[in-house]
């Protein structure tokens, strides 16, 4: 199980941002209730993705790189790529289909494997 910290703006009222759903998560303290980093809900909430990654690798198993209202990837979440992969914290990319959707997943795809070899 994994709580993931979705904003306001996504009509939550509970664990909107990073702090609020990572003390939950430890709050909880079992080992198969986990935080699940979204790139895309964090940098909504006000949150910093690379700080709460850093910050919270431990209670991390899975994380997405998405970006607000689930729009396209645009390549701007390489450092959060780069340090979930060197943590070993599994990875995927979440967005709506549309205009540009294959290039933009290509690029996800690409920082990734970029981060792969830049280690």
Request: net charge negative; hydrophobic share 40%; aromatic share 6%.
């Given at each position: 199980f994994?709580?993931?910290?979705?904003p306001?703006q996504?009509g939550?009222?509970?664990?909107?941002?990073?702090?609020?759903a990572?003390?939950?998560?430890?709050?909880v303290?079992?080992d198969?209730?986990s935080?699940?980093?979204?790139?895309?809900?964090?940098?909504?909430?006000?949150?910093?993705?690379?700080?709460?990654?850093?910050?919270?690798?431990?209670?991390?198993?899975?994380?997405?790189v998405?970006?607000?209202?689930?729009?396209?990837?645009?390549g701007?979440?390489?450092?959060?790529?780069?340090?979930?992969?060197?943590l070993?914290?599994?990875?995927s990319?979440?967005?709506?289909p549309?205009?540009?959707a294959?290039?933009?997943?290509?690029?996800?795809?690409?920082?990734?494997?970029r981060?792969?070899?830049?280690?």
């Open positions: 994994a709580l993931e910290a979705n306001t996504y939550a009222n509970t664990a909107i941002n990073a702090r609020g990572t003390r939950i998560v430890r709050l303290d079992r198969n209730v935080f699940h980093a979204d790139s895309g809900c964090l940098r909504l909430a006000g949150d910093d993705p690379v700080a709460a990654l850093r910050d919270n690798s431990d209670i991390i198993k899975r994380c997405h998405s970006m607000p209202d689930l729009k396209v990837y645009n701007s979440e390489p450092d959060f790529i780069r340090l979930a992969l060197s070993g914290i599994g990875i990319y979440e967005a709506r549309g205009d540009g294959e290039a933009a997943a290509a690029l996800f795809f690409s920082d990734a494997e981060a792969i070899t830049q280690d």
